[in-house]
């Protein structure tokens, strides 16, 4: 098992950065893929973008392709979600999960993570 917990939301302007961080404590992190979701008022969780256990591949969501930058560092258990040219549609909470099922490196499939964090919030004021 693994706990996860997000850090590093705020209030920003538009067009401005954050970096979200997901530190996570218990079993051998690189024994998961990971991935960033978000989820606003009355819509369905997002997936934004994940990331392979060891190799750093990534996959992203159309609408932060080329502006989100996911990684990870496993000797420091932490995976981030760099946040440039921010925009107000931006806005929601974002949270990490973690994923352990066999075959499986690189999902959007909220169903294939096992683990999630308590969320972070991020503002993006126009």
């Known amino acids: 098992q693994v706990q996860l917990v997000e850090s590093g939301g705020g209030l920003v302007q538009a067009g401005g950065s954050l970096r979200l961080s997901c530190a996570a404590s218990?079993?051998?992190?690189?024994?998961?893929?990971m991935g960033w979701f978000r989820r606003t008022p009355g819509k369905e969780r997002e997936f934004v973008a994940a990331?392979?256990?060891?190799?750093?591949?990534?996959q992203y969501a159309d609408s932060v392709k080329g502006r989100f930058t996911i990684s990870r560092d496993n000797a420091k258990n932490t995976m981030y979600l760099q946040m440039n040219s921010l925009k107000f549609e931006d806005t929601a909470v974002y949270y990490c999960?973690?994923?352990?099922?066999?075959?499986?490196?690189?999902?959007?499939?909220?169903?294939?993570?096992?683990?999630w964090g308590q969320g972070t919030q991020v503002t993006v004021s126009s």
């Open positions: 218990g079993r051998t992190f690189s024994s998961y893929y």
């Open positions: 990331i392979t256990r060891n190799d750093g591949s990534a």
């Open positions: 999960a973690a994923g352990v099922a066999a075959g499986v490196e690189l999902t959007r499939l909220p169903s294939r993570y096992a683990y």
